[in-house]
Each structure stands twice: as C-alpha cells, then as structure tokens.
Nanobody, 115 residues
Framework: VQLQASGGGLVQSGGSLRLSCAAS????????VGWFRQAPGKEREGVSY????????LYADSVKGRFTVSRDNSKNMVSLQMNSLKPDDTAVYYC?????????WGQGTLVTVSS
C-alpha cells in the first residue's frame, strides 16, 4: 500500500509542470487527497486538496489561480497542474491521504523553478 508522486523537475519561471500521485494497493478514489510541499529550511505546508468525488477543491492563497488539482478515479490517480511557476514554488511536493487512522505520504517529487 503506497502513494507515489512523480512529475517534478527543473523549469524556468513562468513555466508549467504536472505532478501525478498514483496509488497502489488500495483504491484512491475512496479518499480525499492533499498536496503539500516543503521548501529548503521551511516547514511543510498545504498546497491543495481534493475531495474523494472531486467536487470540492481547495488551494493555498499562494497558488490560487495558478495550480489546479484534479483526479481520475478510473486511473487511481490525482494530478496537480502547476502553471506560471515562480522561484518561490521550489520545493519537494508530496501527496497525502488518510485511511482511517493511517496517513499515507508519497515519497515526494522535487520541483525547482529557476529565475
């Protein structure tokens, strides 16, 4: 049972990346999913949230209007489309879900935005 985040990389300021969070060993579509990030020397912060049905989405103020979270439950996957990236978006991005009392974190994918 695990989550795996992928899609990070190096991009210039103003560019775009699409992160994916895939689940194995369980049906991700039964659970809400969050995206978090942790920049060097900073605490982990919430970036976005999507409900299990996909009807409710939330964003941190810092990414609102630039990031879009979506899910394809037929593929057991959640995506985070990141546009107009800024150097301040540089961080390791993690996806997260919770099944009962157990939290699952993806291993993280590094996003680096150059100025």
């Amino acid at each position: 049972v695990q989550l795996q985040a992928s899609g990070g990389g190096l991009v210039q300021s103003g560019g775009s990346l699409r992160l994916s969070c895939a689940a194995s060993g369980f049906t991700l579509g039964y659970y809400d999913v969050g995206w978090f990030r942790q920049a060097p020397g900073k605490e982990r912060e919430g970036v976005s949230y999507i409900s299990l049905s996909g009807t409710t989405t939330l964003y941190a103020d810092s990414v609102k209007g630039r990031f879009t979270v979506s899910r394809d439950n037929s593929k057991n996957m959640v995506s985070l489309q990141m546009n107009s990236l800024k150097p301040d978006d540089t961080a390791v991005y993690y996806c997260h879900t919770k099944r009962g009392l157990t939290s699952y974190w993806g291993q993280g994918t590094l996003v680096t935005v150059s100025s």
